[in-house]
């Protein structure tokens, strides 16, 4: 009874925690379904207080409405209930990610995936997301450097300062391309990216866009850093310009500083747009050397090019080789020609052919040497994997091979012993005769040359044996051929001189010779039977 107890008590372990284990499954999938769409939402209130700051900025600085008007109150209004609604967005993710390790590690308490870096993550985020403009912020007096090196202060609104910060919030769009890239869509991905030990962050999805399509990325992230920036810059230096055109001024300092080029036309004259263009070449400069990395690669030879190529270059070589060769062996004909020439005229032929003969050998061994170079630069084009696939379908073919050659060798080995053992259990020595049913059967191996006889041939191929018999007996040997399935030879031993036969056969080539035979100790072997030398023998090589 006991052991019924305990055997339902395991049975319903095992089916609470297999429907635990579901239970656990389909709650991770709702709060990756929710984690996706509060990121989503977060973006949408980033972008959102970001576009209302960008247009309260520039109908003030157009000087079309003020700052104490009702539209310019609105709209830093419903930026300030964007950005309190972005930090609640910020914190219901991150109380999702601590849901969601919870499940992973199978704890119960929330303070176990709290930790200290998760801590950091979220202070920093709310830093990031909680600087924005808000009614009644004013002025602040803002440092120019003017051309004579002179400095004043100029009074900036202080919704400039705080509106260049918010551009920092680019960040929750790199989160919604990890979320929603295919490598993190795939559970299969991430299952063999954490057998790797590889995280899933942002870093991975800009490298595989970049290995995927890197024109694409370094051309969409120019575009966007050149906008921005130049926003920036504007509302940095156009406070102090007397010029209008300060966005086409901006855009041009912006893209001249990323190439590193800097024509000096346009300075900045504040030291937030100083800081900006030192930001600017830095991140130029990076992208010009990822530009051309991405473009190098692209005019980059394939493998099979190259292949071509080397193929191409190395069979011109070899016909420059043989024409050079065969120049050699011209000129040495004519230098000995001309040696043996006794004609006055001939030294002059003779210099000629000599100098002509040192540049054929001169222009051979540059040849060799291009020859040697090429095949240098062709090893180096080896695929590695390629050779390794190769060779392991080599060494499998090998294996496949041998295992045969095994069981062929086992086989041959297995009828070996049979054939032994029928000639030994049919080699009974009784008083120095052989019945009937001691006969033995040699069976002859197809395409030897027995098959090749005819029936009623008194002259098979068989060869003569010779041992010692010191009991000499006459004996009886008559061989037996059978169609089917194979030719049998029957060796039988009679006491008298009579041959015995065998019927029910197709056909039967009967030989009869006398012959001599030795007897120890009522032994008989196959292979000391002695027959005379006129007639057809049974050696031990037949057998």
């Known amino acids: 009874m006991a ?31 929710q984690r996706n769409q509060c990121c989503d939402f977060s973006l949408v209130l980033g972008l959102l207080g ?30 300030l209930v964007s950005t309190v609604l972005l930090i609640g967005t910020i914190i219901n993710y991150h109380r999702i990610e601590v849901k969601i390790a919870l499940i992973d590690s199978g704890a119960d308490d929330w303070r176990v995936a709290v930790s200290t870096d998760r801590l950091i993550k979220l202070s920093i985020e709310i830093l990031i997301c909680i600087v924005c403009p808000f009614p009644g912020s004013g002025v602040v007096n803002w440092t120019y450097v003017r051309e004579d090196h002179h400095v ?30 295919r490598q993190f869509q795939d559970a299969a991905t991430r299952s063999i990216a954490a057998l790797n030990r590889i995280s899933m962050d942002f870093w991975f999805v800009v490298k595989t866009m970049m290995s995927d399509h890197p024109l694409r990325v370094l051309i969409m992230f120019t575009m966007i850093y050149w906008l921005c920036a130049s926003w920036a810059f504007t509302q940095c230096e156009r406070w102090d310009r007397p010029f209008e055109h ?68 190395d069979s011109k070589l070899t016909n420059q080789r043989k024409n050079a060769a065969a120049s050699v062996l011209q000129h040495t004909w004519f230098i000995h020609r001309y040696q043996r020439s006794s004609n006055k005229g001939d030294d002059l032929r003779l210099r000629q052919h000599q100098r002509k003969f040192l540049n054929a050998i001169n222009e051979f061994r540059r040849i060799k040497w ?77 395409g030897s040359a027995y098959n090749n006889y005819p ?46 036969g065998n019927g029910g056969l197709v056909h039967q080539h009967a030989i009869e010779k006398r012959g ?28």
């Open 152 to 181: 004043s202060s100029v009074p900036v609104p202080m919704d400039v300062i705080m509106s260049i910060p918010m551009y920092l919030r680019v960040y929750l769009f790199c989160r919604f391309m990890v979320l929603h890239s």
């Open 370 to 446: 291009d020859q040697r170079k090429l095949q240098e630069r062709g090893n180096s084009l080896l695929d590695i994997g390629k050779l390794h696939n190769e060779m392991h379908e080599t060494l499998w073919e090998m294996h496949r091979t041998q295992d045969q050659f095994i069981t062929q060798i086992d086989l041959l080995t297995q009828r070996i012993g049979d054939l032994q053992n029928v000639i030994m259990t049919q080699q009974t020595p009784q008083n120095g005769t052989l019945s009937p049913q001691n006969t033995v059967n040699y069976v002859s191996p197809p």
């Open 516 to 543: 001599t035979l030795s007897q120890t100790s009522n032994d008989l072997e196959p292979d000391e039977t002695d027959i005379s030398a006129s007639s057809p023998l049974i050696t031990r090589q037949n057998f």
């Open 246 to 313: 300060y966005y086409m001024n901006s855009l041009w300092f912006v893209i001249v500083t990323f190439l590193s080029i800097g024509y000096g036309d346009v300075v900045p004259r504040t030291y937030v747009g100083r800081a900006l263009a030192v930001l600017t070449g830095i991140v130029g400069a990076g992208v010009s050397s990822a530009l051309i990395a991405v473009i190098s690669r692209k005019l980059e030879l394939s493998r099979a090019e190259k292949h071509v190529n080397n193929f191409m270059a």
């Open 50 to 79: 970001l576009i209302l700051v960008v247009i309260d900025t520039e109908i003030t600085a157009l000087n079309i409405v003020d700052k104490t008007d009702y539209p310019s109150i609105a709209l830093r209004s419903l930026a």
């Open 3 to 33: 052991s019924w107890n305990v055997l339902f008590r395991l049975i319903r372990q095992l089916v609470a925690s297999d429907s635990t284990a579901k239970m656990r499954c389909r709650q991770r999938k709702q709060l990756f379904q």
């Open 455 to 500: 029936p009623n041939s008194n002259h098979p191929p068989f060869h003569q044996p010779k041992l010692a018999s010191p009991n000499p007996k006459r004996y009886s040997v008559q061989a037996t051929a059978i169609t089917m399935p194979e030719h049998v030879l029957h060796v039988q031993k009679s006491s008298d001189n009579t041959p015995t």
